[in-house]
């Protein structure tokens, strides 16, 4: 997995991170937080937030419905981690 993670980091054209206490609403936050324009996201979340994967791609997708959204869960991460 970290492979995979470092690959995907590397190729990013922006990497924001977010300590996952600041969000309380995915949609507002999201909408707040992501570019007008996003065609591609990738999202890595620490592993505590895994259950949360789900409900954070339905926000990603009400507040950007054209952008493609890919989830992955990292045991190492502590913050929620955007690739723009």
């Known amino acids: 997995m970290a492979y995979t993670v470092e690959t995907l980091i590397e190729n990013c054209g922006k990497i924001k991170k977010v300590p ?25 979340l620490p592993y505590e937030m895994m259950d949360e994967s789900e409900k954070i ?20 991460s502590k913050e929620i981690v955007f690739c723009l």
């Not at 996952?20 to 995915?26: A, D, E, G, I, R």
């Open 20 to 44: 996952p206490s600041l969000v309380t609403n995915y949609e507002k936050f999201l909408n707040f937080f992501l570019p007008k324009n996003l065609q591609t996201l990738t999202i890595l």
């Open 57 to 76: 791609r339905e926000a990603v997708m009400k507040t950007r419905p054209s952008c493609i959204v890919k989830i992955l869960v990292d045991k190492d």
